[in-house]
């Protein structure tokens, strides 16, 4: 992916007050908490259509690049306890697996 692809992402993602990990959930989420804060209707702000035409591009990116990324259904790192992780990286290792050989 280009830099400024990732620059966008990045200012989209702070926008929207969001950590550098983010489900689908959570981006739908925190751009609604936005939405609520500066929408037009709601916000006395003479800058709010400029914040909600900013907020609506960086959801649309945040999402857009969601919909391509590959999720795995397989285990992983991110939802592991540490036996399991533990397990995961050193579970075959003679020495670091726990399994004692005769």
Request: with cysteine; glycine share 6%; hydrophobic share 30%.
């Amino acid at each position: 992916m280009k830099r400024g692809r990732w620059e966008a992402i990045d200012r989209a993602r702070r926008l929207l007050g969001l950590m550098e990990k983010a489900s689908r959930n959570e981006i739908r989420d925190a751009y609604t908490r936005a939405c609520q804060l500066c929408h037009p209707d709601r916000s006395k702000c003479e800058d709010s259509q400029e914040k909600m035409a900013e907020l609506n591009a960086a959801y649309r990116l945040l999402m857009e690049y969601s919909d391509g990324y590959r999720i795995s259904f397989l285990p992983n790192e991110d939802g592991m306890n540490e036996s399991e992780w533990w397990f995961f990286h050193f579970g075959q290792d003679p020495i670091w697996g726990g399994k004692k050989e005769d």
